[in-house]
């Protein structure tokens, strides 16, 4: 029993190799202790220093290999990721423009309903008013959208006209509060419009005017109710009424109160200098009411003798005020004082007829005033839409709706309005 195979077996452990090593265990664990020897220890000794060398070898190459396709598997993925980049870069565009074109879109969408709202708000007169329901809140906030779109500034600036417009034709009117409002909401919309500065101080100058002729009559009042018509020289209703028609030619309770007066004289039949005088006064202002400076003394025959001088020179001012009676009674369906304002041409007195008969809402553009001094008169254009007749149906008009009026003096100095 002294033989062992151990010693065959270790020049096969010398050589380097998976198979050898698997090899060199098997056939050292089967080698039998016998008789007390020691050798199967040592031999295990050397199995495990050679394990123990080959891991040494064995775990860098092995890590080596590792890193080696964890190189190469990055490799490849960033090729193939460089290959497929410009699809995605063309898929992601696409996909931003198509959120883009949706946005847009969208964008287009809420301006084209602000819009809407902006011209029906401007149709119904809502120009300020509701806050955010009128047709300045409208074409503001489609301004925030788009700071250059063009029907939206158009729109404001229809606005400023037509604030404007009637700011003026109701200070024409004698309608000074109604005035200063439109000229409130004007300066809402713009601060710095050309002609409100000078509309507001012809506003404030003729309503302190008209504050001062409501004194006198008050004034006037007080003397008719202690007979004070002609007499004391200096405080008499006689001479307020000259003061009021000095400053209003026009007007026509002073000129009632003149003719009262008149009347008086005549019933009592008081008769004197003073009295003839006084109705050569009131005669002169009835038939061609005028400030008084233009009535000036014949001293050649009588120094109570008048000439009477007529200015029939038609102005802005007159225009303006009879166009703005026109627009309310066409506007209220006044047809009577339409007719009292109008010379009518052939046709026309039906055409207002039918107009009332069948509209209950008419809305009145006054466009293309121009006044020709050298002919006195002026030319003004008329539009009416927004009209909504007796079935409430809102009526979109066609050519009938739209045509020229002439404001003139007629032979007895009575402004009035061809049409």
Not at 188 to 214: C, G, H, M, R
Not at 215 to 226: C, G, L, S
Not at 261 to 283: A, C, F, G, P, T
Request: glycine share 4%; aromatic share 10%.
């Amino acid at each position: 029993m002294g033989y062992y195979r151990t010693s065959v077996d270790a020049v096969k452990i010398k050589k380097l190799g998976a198979g050898y090593y698997i090899q060199t265990m098997n056939t050292v664990d089967s080698v039998q202790v016998q008789e007390g020897n020691s050798s199967p220890l040592n031999v295990k000794a050397v199995v495990e220093n050679f394990r123990l060398v080959v891991l040494r070898v064995i775990k860098p190459w092995f890590v080596a290999g590792m890193v080696m396709l964890v190189v190469v598997a990055i490799v490849i993925f960033y090729q193939n990721l460089m290959h497929s980049r410009p699809e995605m870069l063309q898929l992601s565009q696409q996909v931003q423009t198509k959120q883009q074109i949706k946005v847009l879109q969208q964008k287009e969408k809420r301006i084209n309903r602000l819009m809407a709202g902006g011209a029906r708000a401007f149709s119904n007169a809502d120009y300020i008013m509701p806050e955010d329901k009128s047709a300045y809140a409208y074409y503001q906030k489609v301004l925030k959208l788009q700071a250059n779109h063009l029907a939206a500034q158009d729109g404001l600036k229809n606005i400023e006209r037509e604030l404007f417009d009637l700011a003026r034709f109701s200070y024409f009117g004698k309608q000074y509060k109604q005035s200063l409002n439109y000229l409130d909401q004007l300066e809402i919309v713009n601060p710095n419009f050309s002609d409100a500065k000078s509309l507001y101080n012809s506003i404030k100058s003729d309503w302190e005017e008209n504050a001062k002729i409501t004194a006198w009559f008050i004034e006037a009042e007080n003397h008719i109710k202690n007979y004070r018509f002609i007499e004391p020289s200096d405080n008499n209703v006689y001479e307020v009424y000259k003061k009021i028609l000095a400053i209003q030619p026009d007007n026509d309770q002073a000129i009632r109160g003149m003719e009262g007066i008149k009347q008086y004289y005549l019933k009592n039949n008081i008769s004197d200098v003073r009295i003839n005088r006084e109705e050569h006064d009131m005669h002169a202002i009835k038939n061609n009411p005028m400030p008084v400076q233009n009535i000036n003394k014949n001293s050649t025959k009588n120094k109570y003798e008048y000439k009477i001088i007529a200015h029939k020179k038609l102005s802005i001012a007159q225009v303006s005020k009879k166009i703005h009676q026109f627009k309310i009674a066409l506007q209220t369906g006044d047809k009577r004082g339409l007719k009292k304002m109008s010379l009518y041409i052939p046709g026309r007195e039906k055409f207002v007829n039918e107009l009332f008969y069948q509209y209950k809402k008419i809305n009145v553009k006054i466009s293309g005033f121009k006044l020709i001094a050298g002919k006195n008169k002026a030319q003004v254009n008329i539009l009416l839409n927004g009209l909504v007749d007796i079935n409430n149906r809102k009526v979109k008009p066609g050519g009938w709706s739209q045509f020229e009026t002439t404001v003139s003096y007629n032979s007895r100095n009575r402004l009035k309005i061809t049409w």
